[in-house]
């Protein structure tokens, strides 16, 4: 079983900045795809960006150019660095990542909320 750590969120301005990390621990080998999904109030859960263990990187359309995943393999930690960030990324934003056997696991999810 795999227990994720995040932190990093927040409130900030509109045009600031967060970043985002989540720490993996439990019963890991090698960890596949690890991500960064949100939740906004009334709205379904989406996919915000995902990298794969050797790093190939998908973000959605909406967060392109500002914000960027990373992660260490080593330290079973993705990061999500948000720059420039608008009042409609305000959302609970949870980290999913995927065991060596593919079942996900997902954050207690982290409130990151924008002011305009």
């Known amino acids: 079983q795999v227990q994720l750590v995040e932190s990093g969120g927040g409130l900030v301005q509109a045009g600031g900045s967060l970043r985002l990390s989540c720490a993996a621990s439990?019963?890991?080998?090698?960890?596949?795809?690890m991500g960064w999904y949100r939740q906004a109030p009334g709205k379904q859960r989406e996919l915000v960006a995902v990298i794969t263990r050797s790093g190939i990187t998908t973000y959605a359309d909406s967060v392109k150019g500002r914000f960027t995943i990373s992660r260490d393999n080593a330290k079973n930690t993705v990061w999500l660095q948000m720059n420039s960030l608008k009042p409609e990324d305000t959302a609970v934003y949870y980290c999913n990542v995927k065991s060596q056997f593919g079942i996900p696991s997902w954050g207690q999810g982290a409130q990151v909320t924008v002011s305009s």
């Open positions: 439990g019963s890991i080998f090698a960890l596949n795809d």
